[in-house]
């Protein structure tokens, strides 16, 4: 467990990390990384590392949650033992059963489950290194490897976190951050249709605070949806080109 830092800016208003209050660390995705899942992403948020691979439509490999009307989308959120400063159980815990949960809530009201009725559609996403935001990096990770699977889908997901330090909205937390700051509000969202899919709040904002944190979510979040599309035509083109 990291310590609490004395203080969290520096003399120029630059966080740990060197990063404005504003400022997402650096976002990397690429596509099609495992050969053997439908489709495939592995997503970094500066340290934070997550792999989601899809498989599916398929038939089920359970019969009691079948659905006669549209495809049944299954996220399973695991952090690997190596991913933590810390070993961690590869037993699955309370806190990544509940994270499987958002995850898939915040991909359903975009993917086009109606379809591919009495199916499933599998997402595993797995976290390799873990330095704060990673529900929010895989809601990303996840929604890339869908549209490299071929799943229809009405748009893309990013997400990403707003907290507040010392008093002070920051974008996209890292886990010193994350662990020390008094709020954290993860938000994802799906910029072509204006809609957003995640909206939670850990701590207290005010409610100039809520709207200053959303606007810079969601314009971070453009960003991030524009890489994700950028990585799925640079895939595109290098299949095309064997």
Known sequence: MKQRPEKFFDEHGNRLDGRQRDEMRPVDINIGVLSNADGSALVSYGKTKVIAAVYGPREPTWRYNVLPDRASLYVRYHMAPFSTEERKSPAPTRREIELSKVIRESLEPVVMTELFPRTAIEIYVEVLQSDGGTRTASITAASAALADAG????????????????????????????????????????????????????????????????????????????????????????????
Not at 165 to 176: F, R, T
Not at 179 to 185: I, P, R, T, V, Y
Not at 211 to 225: C, H, N, S, Y
């Open 151 to 242: 799943i229809p889908m009405r748009a893309l997901v990013g997400g990403v976190a707003i907290g507040k330090v010392d008093g002070v909205l920051v974008l996209d937390l890292n886990e010193v951050e994350d662990n020390f700051g008094e709020a954290d509000m993860p938000v994802a969202a799906a910029p072509d249709l204006g809609l957003i899919t995640l909206f939670q709040l850990n701590g207290v904002m005010t409610l100039d605070e809520l709207k200053e944190g959303t606007d810079m979510a969601l314009k971070a979040i453009e960003r991030i949806v524009e890489k994700e599309k950028q990585a799925l035509r640079e895939s595109a083109t290098e299949v095309e080109a064997l």
